[in-house]
C-alpha cells in the first residue's frame, strides 16, 4: 500500500537523500562522476529546494510505503509554452522499481496538469537513458532533441511530450 503526498520543506532532507541514493545507478552507465556530483548538488542542494518549494517553483510528491518514502516526482507550470506542463523529475529507489510507482506518479501528474487546463505535459530525459523507453510505454513521444551545457558539462536530452486528456 502506498499514499502521495505533496511535500513541504520539512521533506527536503528525504529528497535529498532519495536523489543520491537513485541517480548513482541511474547515470553512473551513462555520465562521468564528476558530471553526476556536479548535478547533485546543482540541483539538489538544500537551500535551492527550500527555495523552490516555499515558492511554488516546482511542486514535488512523495510517494510512501507505510511511512517510508520511496520515490519523487517534481513538476510545474512550464513557462515557454502556453496550457503546458513539466515534469522536472521523477525517480523510485532501484529496490521499488517496477512495482508500478512510476507509472502512478505520471498518471498523478498528469491528473494534476490536466485539471489546472493543461493539454501537453513535457519531460527532458538523457538520450541514453533506458528509461525513455518506460516514457514512450507511458504514452510520451520524442518532441525533438536538445543539448543543455550544465557548468562545464553537457545534458544530451530528448524533449518528450504527451497529450493530456481533459
Ligand atoms: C523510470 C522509472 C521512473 C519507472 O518507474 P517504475 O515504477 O520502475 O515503472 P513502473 O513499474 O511504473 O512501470 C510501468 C510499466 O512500464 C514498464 N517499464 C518500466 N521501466 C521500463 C523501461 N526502462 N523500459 C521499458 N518499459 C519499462 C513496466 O514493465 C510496466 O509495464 P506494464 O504496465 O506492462 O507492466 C523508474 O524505474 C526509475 O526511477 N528509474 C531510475 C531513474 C530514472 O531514470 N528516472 C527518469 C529520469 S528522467
Known amino acids: 500500500m502506498y499514499t502521495i503526498t505533496t511535500a513541504t520543506i520539512q ?6 537523500q532519495l536523489a543520491e541514493a537513485t541517480w548513482w545507478p541511474t547515470y553512473s552507465p551513462i555520465l562521468e562522476e564528476e558530471q553526476i556530483r556536479f548535478m547533485l548538488d546543482l540541483i539538489y542542494n538544500a537551500e535551492g529546494l527550500e527555495r ?46 517496477g512495482k508500478g510507482y512510476g507509472r502512478v506518479l505520471i498518471d498523478t501528474v498528469s491528473r494534476i496538469a490536466a485539471d489546472a487546463g493543461a493539454s501537453k505535459l513535457l519531460l527532458n530525459v538523457n538520450r541514453y537513458n533506458k ?9 510520451f513521444g520524442i518532441a525533438r532533441e536538445e543539448d543543455i551545457a550544465i557548468g562545464p558539462y553537457w545534458m544530451n536530452d530528448y524533449i518528450m511530450q504527451k497529450p493530456l486528456i481533459p
Request: hydrophobic residues 35%; aromatic residues 14%.
Open 52 to 97: 523552490q518549494i516555499t515558492n511554488s517553483e516546482q511542486i514535488f510528491l512523495l510517494l510512501k510505503e507505510g511511512d517510508k518514502a520511496v520515490a519523487f516526482a517534481g513538476y510545474s507550470p512550464y513557462d515557454g509554452e502556453a496550457a503546458t506542463y513539466k515534469l522536472h523529475k521523477l525517480y523510485c529507489l532501484p529496490e521499488t522499481q
Open 11 to 16: 521533506d527536503v532532507e528525504t529528497i535529498r
Open 131 to 139: 528509461s525513455l523507453s518506460f516514457y514512450q510505454k507511458m504514452g
